[in-house]
């Protein structure tokens, strides 16, 4: 395919030659081929000096019964930088049968109406939250940047994290807003989208894969294995929770604006840190499941009467 490709561009520059009126288009064509051709030819790998809480790649074992992934990103955090920087060695076994609820959860850009990045904290019974972030996996000396990541840039990671981690790193550390949403979706789908989440793990780290900004990030990525037909959100990820709003996968009838006033709870986040610092990530799960929980159906209780 590159020889192809190389074949190409030679056919291209020579016309580019003969005809310099439409140099212009095609040079920008030719650039865009290039990038192609860059990020199709790059060698992807998992042995690469990657940044440090992307560093690890997650095994999982997955039966009929349940599911463990090892390691599981325990990381804690201040506002300058990671506090306590442990993984889970020792897996929890989460069964499939006690999986009770997905939240979805939306970082916004600063800014951008159009950027964002995504998670998803699955609920099991006795209040457990289990995390799933799906990034562009850096190395240490590399920012990320849209625009190389549509071009090979960067190699693809599913990371497993308990819900602290996630959440304290975007609205403590990086002093980010944070959006969390529940999902209606009927329980056996629910139960096949997050096996389908674990296969994606899997093939992983069988295969190293290339993160793509816009076929393969952290958004359509889900909307993929959920089945969701594709929209523009997949690309312009600050629409997702207002795509899957209208689609009534946020079950909520008032308008969008409202049900995100009342999804943003960074503010909660921020003074849960500050009055309990350094919170066990149990005790934290119980502590953020009983405001999202107090939160939505007191909104709903609203809306209803």
Not at 109 to 133: C, N, Q, S, V, W
Not at 152 to 167: M, P
Request: net charge neutral.
């Amino acid at each position: 395919m590159r020889d192809k490709l190389l074949g190409m561009l030679d056919r291209l520059a020579n016309k580019v030659k003969r005809f310099p009126a439409s140099s212009g288009v095609v040079l920008v064509f030719l650039l865009l081929l290039s990038f192609t051709l860059y990020g199709v030819s790059r060698p992807v790998s998992h042995d690469r000096d990657f940044v440090e809480h992307l560093s690890r790649l997650p095994h999982v074992e997955v039966n009929e019964e349940g599911f463990q992934v090892s390691p599981l990103r325990n990381w804690s955090y201040e506002v300058e930088g990671p506090l306590n920087k442990s993984w889970t060695e020792s897996p929890t076994l989460y069964e499939f049968g006690d999986l009770k609820k997905i939240w979805f959860l939306v970082e916004p850009h600063p800014g951008m109406e159009a950027m964002a990045h995504t998670l998803l904290l699955f609920e099991f019974g006795d209040d457990k939250l289990l995390g799933l972030t799906i990034e562009a996996r850096r190395e240490i000396d590399e920012g990320y940047s849209a625009f190389w990541g549509n071009w090979g840039k960067f190699e693809l990671l599913y990371v497993w994290a308990n819900a602290r981690d996630l959440v304290q790193r975007r609205a403590i550390h990086l002093q980010k807003q944070v959006e969390i949403y529940p999902i209606e979706i009927e329980r056996e789908n629910a139960v096949e989208f997050l096996r389908r989440m674990l296969r994606g793990t899997v093939r992983i780290e069988n295969k190293p894969r290339l993160y793509n900004t816009l076929f393969s990030n952290c958004t359509n990525e889900f909307g993929k294995n959920a089945g969701i037909g594709w929209h523009y959100s997949f690309i312009t990820i600050g629409f997702a929770a207002e795509h899957l709003h209208s689609k009534g996968l946020i079950k909520d009838t008032r308008a969008y604006s409202e049900v995100r006033q009342t999804a943003t709870i960074t503010e909660y986040l921020r003074n849960l840190e500050k009055n309990n610092p350094a919170l066990p990530a149990e005790q934290f799960d119980r502590e953020l499941l009983s405001h999202l929980r107090q939160t939505w159906s007191s909104s709903l209780s609203k809306e209803e009467s």
